[in-house]
C-alpha cells in the first residue's frame, strides 16, 4: 500500500485567504486513480490544514507528501516538507505550480529548497501519475531523483539540476476524471468552503506580467460541455442548505467561447431549481464583451464583469504585451453596462514600465468615462517566471522592487513561525516611489467612492451631469488636505503602505517573528489588505461621515448647476442614505429601525429614472433591516474564511460578494402622514 498525502494548504491563523475547495490537486487525484494498475493499493488523503497534515506525518505515517506550490503558500508547504524528512528521511516529497522561477534561477530555487525530491515543472496529471507508477515498481528514491523524469526537475546528488522532457498538454480534458462526480470532493460540502469549476484551460493572451503567459499555455484545452453540466448538477444538489457561498469559475477568460452562454443558461436553471448558486466569481475575457453582456444577463446579473485594461498607456501596452479593445469600443461596452445597470468592475496595475503618474491618472478618467463601477488598483507583483520578473526587465526599466507579506498569510507550525511573502514593484524609471504613493492614495479613494455602497453618488453625478473624474479628484485633493473625518485613516493607508514594505525577505521574517510584532499580525494591526482594510474601515467606522463629505464635494463641484430646489432633493437623498445603510450599525449586530420624513420620495426616484427633483413629496418611511438575513450572511462568512473576525470576514464580504451587500441595506416602507 502506498500512502500519499496530498495538499494545497491554506494559512488560517487570521481567516482564510481562499475559501475554495482544492480542485488542482483533486485534478490530480482523479487522473492518477485512474491510470495507475490497482489503484486499490493507493491510500489518498487531501489537505488543507497544515497542522493537520502535520499530525498525520507523524500517526498515519505516509510514504509521499505531494504539496501545490502558490505565492501564498510555497514556505508553509516547504516547512511541511522538512519536517517530513526529518520525520522519514526516505519519504518522497513533490512539489508542483506556478510559483517557480525561470531557467536561470531554478537551480538555486530548488537549491534552496532541498527536501523537494522532485519538482513538476508544468501540468501535474501525467507526470505525477508516471513518477508513482515507477515508485509502485519498485524504483528508489535517490535513483529516480538522479535521473530524468518526464515533466519533472530534481536536484541530482552531485548538485546538478536535472530536467526531464516536457510533457505535452491534455487537450481533451474529459481524460481528467471529474473529482466531483467520483466523490473525491464530497468532504469538501460542509459549508465551510465554496466550490469552484474549471471549463478550460489555457490563456491566448502574452501579457507579461502573468504566469499564464507562457507561449506552451496558449492553446485552449476544454472539458465537454456534457462534463460541466453534470459536475454543476452534482455541485448546486449538495449547496442547497448554503444558498449564499459563491460560484467560482477558474477560466482565466470566462466567455471567450459562446458555449459559455449555455453553461450560464445551465447555472441559471440550477438556480431556479437548488437556490444556489446566487453569487460567481469569475474572470472574464479580455474581449467578447457582448457576449460577456448576455451572460451577465442570464445570471440575473449577479456576475461581476471584469473590463480589465491593467493600464491604458501605449507604450506600457507594447512592453508588457498586452492588447487591449480600442477605447472607443470599451467606453461603448461601459454604456450598455450602464443602461443595463450590471456592476462593472475594471483592474489597474502600477506602477508599470513606461507608466507615469500621469498615463495612470489617465487611465482612471478612461474607465470613470466608460462607467466603470470599481477600479481595483494592484501594486506591480514579480511573479516568479514571467517575464516582466526577468533580469533584463528590472535592468531595462529600473524597476524598485520590495518584499511585503502577503495579506494575512502566515502562522506558527511545528513550532515555526512561517511567513508568506511577495516582491513587487514600487517604482520605475518613469513613476518614483512617491508617486506611487500618491496612485495608491487615489486608487483607494476611487475604490471606495465607486464602491457598490455608493451606487447613489454616481446616481446623482449622472443626473447632474457632473463627470466622475472630475468629482474624485477634488475629493480626494479634500481627504489628503486632512480637512474631512476620513483623512486620519487616509493619512493611515498611506504610512502603513509605506511600512509594508522591507529590503528582503530575511528582514520581514526577523521583524514579525518578534512576539510583539507578531501579536499585532494576529490582531489583524499589520499584515492585511491595506485596500480592502481601509477601505472597509471607512465604510464601517465613518459610514455617515463619507456619505456626509460625498455629498458636499457633489454641491461644491457643481455648484452652477445645483440651484436651491437641487440642493433640497440632495439633502434628502443624504439621510435617506445615511438612515438606510449603516453598515457600522450592520456590523455592531444593532440595525437601528427608524423613522424619517423627507421633502423627496427618494425609495421612488430610486427605482426610477426621473431625476431627483421630479419626486418633490413630504414622505415618510419606516426604516427596517432584515437582521435574520444579515445574520445569516455574516455567518455564512464567518464560515467560509474560517474566522469570527467580524472587521475581516466583512472585508471579504464587501470585496469577494458585492452581490449579497444590498442584504446589508434597509428596507423602506412608507408611513401615512
Given at each position: 500500500?502506498?500512502?500519499?498525502?496530498?495538499?494545497?494548504?491554506?494559512?488560517?491563523?487570521?481567516?482564510?485567504?481562499?475559501?475554495?475547495?482544492?480542485?488542482?490537486?483533486?485534478?490530480?487525484?482523479?487522473?492518477?486513480?485512474?491510470?495507475?494498475?490497482?489503484?486499490?493499493?493507493?491510500?489518498?488523503?487531501?489537505?488543507?490544514?497544515?497542522?493537520?497534515?502535520?499530525?498525520?506525518?507523524?500517526?498515519?505515517?505516509?510514504?509521499?507528501?505531494?504539496?501545490?506550490?502558490?505565492?501564498?503558500?510555497?514556505?508553509?508547504?516547504?516547512?511541511?516538507f522538512n519536517y517530513a524528512k526529518k520525520i522519514n528521511p526516505n519519504i518522497f516529497c513533490v512539489s508542483g505550480g506556478p510559483e517557480f522561477p525561470d531557467e536561470e534561477e531554478r537551480k538555486n530555487y530548488l537549491l534552496d529548497r532541498k527536501k523537494i525530491d522532485f519538482y513538476i515543472y508544468q501540468e501535474g496529471e501525467i507526470a505525477f501519475t508516471e513518477l508513482i507508477k515507477k515508485i509502485i515498481a519498485g524504483a528508489k528514491l535517490l535513483d529516480l531523483k538522479n535521473s530524468t523524469q518526464k515533466g519533472i526537475m530534481s536536484i541530482g546528488t552531485a548538485g546538478n539540476l536535472i530536467i526531464g522532457e516536457p510533457i505535452p498538454r491534455i487537450m481533451d480534458m474529459d481524460q481528467i476524471p471529474s473529482p466531483y462526480l467520483n466523490g473525491i470532493m464530497d468532504r469538501w460540502f460542509d459549508g465551510h468552503y465554496a466550490p469552484s469549476i474549471l471549463t478550460n484551460k489555457g490563456c491566448p493572451f502574452t501579457c507579461t506580467f502573468c504566469k499564464a503567459s507562457n507561449s506552451w499555455y496558449s492553446s485552449m484545452a476544454k472539458f465537454s460541455i456534457e462534463r460541466i453540466k453534470k459536475e454543476l448538477n452534482y455541485i448546486a444538489q449538495k449547496m442547497q442548505p448554503y444558498p449564499n457561498t459563491v460560484l467560482i469559475i477558474y477560466d482565466t477568460n470566462f466567455g471567450v467561447f459562446s458555449r459559455d452562454e449555455e453553461i450560464a443558461r445551465h447555472i441559471s436553471n440550477l438556480r431556479d431549481k437548488f437556490g444556489w448558486p446566487n453569487?460567481?466569481?469569475?474572470?472574464?475575457?479580455?474581449?467578447?464583451?457582448?457576449?460577456?453582456?448576455?451572460?451577465?444577463?442570464?445570471?440575473?446579473?449577479?456576475?461581476?464583469?471584469?473590463?480589465?485594461?491593467?493600464?491604458?498607456?501605449?507604450?506600457?501596452?507594447?512592453v508588457i504585451k498586452r492588447q487591449n479593445i480600442s477605447l472607443e469600443k470599451y467606453l461603448a461596452f461601459g454604456c450598455k453596462i450602464r443602461k443595463l445597470g450590471m456592476p462593472f468592475i475594471s483592474e489597474l496595475i502600477v506602477p508599470l514600465p513606461k507608466e507615469t503618474k500621469s498615463s495612470f491618472f489617465e487611465g482612471i478618467k478612461i474607465f470613470l468615462d466608460a462607467g466603470v463601477d470599481q477600479i481595483v488598483p494592484y501594486t506591480t507583483m514579480m511573479l516568479k517566471g514571467t517575464p516582466l520578473a526577468s533580469k533584463e526587465s528590472r535592468k531595462k526599466y529600473k524597476m524598485k522592487t520590495k518584499y511585503r507579506l502577503i495579506p494575512r498569510q502566515f502562522g506558527a507550525y511545528a513550532g515555526q513561525k512561517c511567513f508568506e511573502t511577495e516582491e513587487v514593484c514600487i517604482g520605475t524609471d518613469t513613476m518614483p516611489f512617491e508617486e506611487y504613493l500618491e496612485c495608491r492614495g487615489f486608487g483607494l479613494i476611487s475604490a471606495l467612492l465607486f464602491h457598490y455602497q455608493f451606487d447613489v453618488i454616481r446616481r446623482h453625478l449622472k443626473e447632474l451631469d457632473i463627470n466622475a473624474y472630475d468629482y474624485l479628484i477634488p475629493l480626494w485633493e479634500m481627504v489628503k488636505s486632512g480637512n474631512t473625518k476620513i483623512s486620519e485613516i487616509y493619512n493611515e493607508y498611506i504610512q502603513e503602505t509605506k511600512n509594508e514594505l522591507w529590503d528582503s525577505k530575511k528582514e520581514l521574517c526577523e521583524y514579525f517573528s518578534k512576539p510583539e510584532n507578531y501579536e499585532k499580525l494576529l490582531s489583524g494591526e499589520l499584515g492585511d489588505n491595506l485596500i480592502r482594510k481601509y477601505k472597509t474601515k471607512i465604510i464601517i467606522e465613518k459610514s455617515a461621515k463619507i456619505f456626509e463629505l460625498a455629498y458636499d464635494v457633489i454641491v461644491k463641484v457643481g455648484a452652477t448647476k445645483i440651484t436651491e430646489e437641487i440642493k433640497s432633493s440632495l439633502n434628502s437623498a443624504k439621510q435617506w442614505v445615511i438612515a438606510g445603510r449603516d453598515i457600522n450599525a450592520v456590523t455592531r449586530g444593532k440595525p437601528t429601525n427608524v423613522n424619517i420624513t423627507l421633502n423627496h420620495d427618494v425609495s421612488a426616484w430610486y427605482k426610477n429614472t426621473e431625476p431627483l427633483t421630479s419626486f418633490a413629496k413630504l414622505t415618510h418611511y419606516e426604516i427596517f433591516y432584515d437582521k435574520k438575513k444579515i445574520d445569516e450572511i455574516i455567518q455564512n462568512g464567518k464560515n467560509l474564511y474560517d474566522s469570527n473576525d467580524l472587521f475581516f470576514v466583512m472585508g471579504k464580504i464587501l470585496t469577494e460578494n458585492a452581490a449579497s451587500l444590498n442584504s446589508f441595506w434597509a428596507e423602506y416602507r412608507k408611513s401615512p402622514t
Amino acid at each position: 500500500m502506498l500512502k500519499i498525502a496530498m495538499g494545497d494548504l491554506k494559512h488560517k491563523t487570521a481567516g482564510v485567504h481562499s475559501s475554495f475547495m482544492p480542485l488542482g490537486i483533486s485534478y490530480i487525484a482523479s487522473y492518477l486513480l485512474t491510470n495507475v494498475p490497482n489503484p486499490d493499493n493507493i491510500k489518498l488523503r487531501f489537505y488543507v490544514d497544515a497542522n493537520a497534515i502535520l499530525e498525520d506525518i507523524k500517526l498515519w505515517k505516509p510514504d509521499m507528501i505531494a504539496l501545490s506550490n502558490y505565492c501564498w503558500n510555497t514556505e508553509l508547504s516547504n516547512l511541511i516538507f522538512n519536517y517530513a524528512k526529518k520525520i522519514n528521511p526516505n519519504i518522497f516529497c513533490v512539489s508542483g505550480g506556478p510559483e517557480f522561477p525561470d531557467e536561470e534561477e531554478r537551480k538555486n530555487y530548488l537549491l534552496d529548497r532541498k527536501k523537494i525530491d522532485f519538482y513538476i515543472y508544468q501540468e501535474g496529471e501525467i507526470a505525477f501519475t508516471e513518477l508513482i507508477k515507477k515508485i509502485i515498481a519498485g524504483a528508489k528514491l535517490l535513483d529516480l531523483k538522479n535521473s530524468t523524469q518526464k515533466g519533472i526537475m530534481s536536484i541530482g546528488t552531485a548538485g546538478n539540476l536535472i530536467i526531464g522532457e516536457p510533457i505535452p498538454r491534455i487537450m481533451d480534458m474529459d481524460q481528467i476524471p471529474s473529482p466531483y462526480l467520483n466523490g473525491i470532493m464530497d468532504r469538501w460540502f460542509d459549508g465551510h468552503y465554496a466550490p469552484s469549476i474549471l471549463t478550460n484551460k489555457g490563456c491566448p493572451f502574452t501579457c507579461t506580467f502573468c504566469k499564464a503567459s507562457n507561449s506552451w499555455y496558449s492553446s485552449m484545452a476544454k472539458f465537454s460541455i456534457e462534463r460541466i453540466k453534470k459536475e454543476l448538477n452534482y455541485i448546486a444538489q449538495k449547496m442547497q442548505p448554503y444558498p449564499n457561498t459563491v460560484l467560482i469559475i477558474y477560466d482565466t477568460n470566462f466567455g471567450v467561447f459562446s458555449r459559455d452562454e449555455e453553461i450560464a443558461r445551465h447555472i441559471s436553471n440550477l438556480r431556479d431549481k437548488f437556490g444556489w448558486p446566487n453569487a460567481f466569481i469569475a474572470t472574464t475575457s479580455k474581449n467578447n464583451y457582448e457576449r460577456i453582456l448576455r451572460i451577465s444577463s442570464i445570471l440575473q446579473n449577479r456576475m461581476l464583469i471584469t473590463g480589465s485594461l491593467q493600464s491604458t498607456n501605449l507604450e506600457t501596452l507594447k512592453v508588457i504585451k498586452r492588447q487591449n479593445i480600442s477605447l472607443e469600443k470599451y467606453l461603448a461596452f461601459g454604456c450598455k453596462i450602464r443602461k443595463l445597470g450590471m456592476p462593472f468592475i475594471s483592474e489597474l496595475i502600477v506602477p508599470l514600465p513606461k507608466e507615469t503618474k500621469s498615463s495612470f491618472f489617465e487611465g482612471i478618467k478612461i474607465f470613470l468615462d466608460a462607467g466603470v463601477d470599481q477600479i481595483v488598483p494592484y501594486t506591480t507583483m514579480m511573479l516568479k517566471g514571467t517575464p516582466l520578473a526577468s533580469k533584463e526587465s528590472r535592468k531595462k526599466y529600473k524597476m524598485k522592487t520590495k518584499y511585503r507579506l502577503i495579506p494575512r498569510q502566515f502562522g506558527a507550525y511545528a513550532g515555526q513561525k512561517c511567513f508568506e511573502t511577495e516582491e513587487v514593484c514600487i517604482g520605475t524609471d518613469t513613476m518614483p516611489f512617491e508617486e506611487y504613493l500618491e496612485c495608491r492614495g487615489f486608487g483607494l479613494i476611487s475604490a471606495l467612492l465607486f464602491h457598490y455602497q455608493f451606487d447613489v453618488i454616481r446616481r446623482h453625478l449622472k443626473e447632474l451631469d457632473i463627470n466622475a473624474y472630475d468629482y474624485l479628484i477634488p475629493l480626494w485633493e479634500m481627504v489628503k488636505s486632512g480637512n474631512t473625518k476620513i483623512s486620519e485613516i487616509y493619512n493611515e493607508y498611506i504610512q502603513e503602505t509605506k511600512n509594508e514594505l522591507w529590503d528582503s525577505k530575511k528582514e520581514l521574517c526577523e521583524y514579525f517573528s518578534k512576539p510583539e510584532n507578531y501579536e499585532k499580525l494576529l490582531s489583524g494591526e499589520l499584515g492585511d489588505n491595506l485596500i480592502r482594510k481601509y477601505k472597509t474601515k471607512i465604510i464601517i467606522e465613518k459610514s455617515a461621515k463619507i456619505f456626509e463629505l460625498a455629498y458636499d464635494v457633489i454641491v461644491k463641484v457643481g455648484a452652477t448647476k445645483i440651484t436651491e430646489e437641487i440642493k433640497s432633493s440632495l439633502n434628502s437623498a443624504k439621510q435617506w442614505v445615511i438612515a438606510g445603510r449603516d453598515i457600522n450599525a450592520v456590523t455592531r449586530g444593532k440595525p437601528t429601525n427608524v423613522n424619517i420624513t423627507l421633502n423627496h420620495d427618494v425609495s421612488a426616484w430610486y427605482k426610477n429614472t426621473e431625476p431627483l427633483t421630479s419626486f418633490a413629496k413630504l414622505t415618510h418611511y419606516e426604516i427596517f433591516y432584515d437582521k435574520k438575513k444579515i445574520d445569516e450572511i455574516i455567518q455564512n462568512g464567518k464560515n467560509l474564511y474560517d474566522s469570527n473576525d467580524l472587521f475581516f470576514v466583512m472585508g471579504k464580504i464587501l470585496t469577494e460578494n458585492a452581490a449579497s451587500l444590498n442584504s446589508f441595506w434597509a428596507e423602506y416602507r412608507k408611513s401615512p402622514t
